[in-house]
């Protein structure tokens, strides 16, 4: 199984990101999706996640209204739009991948049993 994160990059602040995430191995459509981050220092946050291409993404409230997550099952691939970057968000971004997560009402609260490597952004003020 892999979970290929890219799109990071150097940014200045108020710039938009599209991070993407292709996975491999795995029945793509039978797992859900998650976004996760980890700023230096930091503990590593949950942004977003979604259970099926039928569902609608989930947010964390810090980043609701300018992070918005898709998925594309016919590509295997989840992505990430961040608009409006702030300084604060300059972490490496991390996608994840469980089967158990799309059996619950919520994908929130799972251990992701796959990640990505991550990609880093980093946004200049």
């Known amino acids: 199984v892999q979970l290929q994160a890219s799109g990071g990059g150097l940014v200045q602040a108020g710039g938009s990101l599209r991070l993407s995430c292709v996975a491999s191995g795995i029945t793509f459509d039978s797992y859900a999706i998650a976004w996760y981050r980890q700023a230096p220092g930091k503990r590593r946050e949950a942004l977003s996640c979604i259970r099926s291409s039928a569902d609608s993404p989930a947010y964390a409230d810090s980043v609701k209204g300018r992070f918005t997550m898709s998925r594309d099952d016919t590509k295997n691939t989840a992505h990430l739009q961040i608009n409006s970057l702030k300084p604060e968000d300059t972490a490496v971004y991390y996608c994840?991948?469980?089967?158990?997560?799309?059996?619950?009402?919520?994908?929130?609260?799972?251990?992701?049993?796959?990640w990505g490597q991550g990609t880093e952004v980093t946004v200049s003020s």
């Open positions: 994840a991948a469980d089967r158990w997560a799309t059996y619950g009402s919520s994908c929130w609260g799972y251990e992701y049993t796959y």
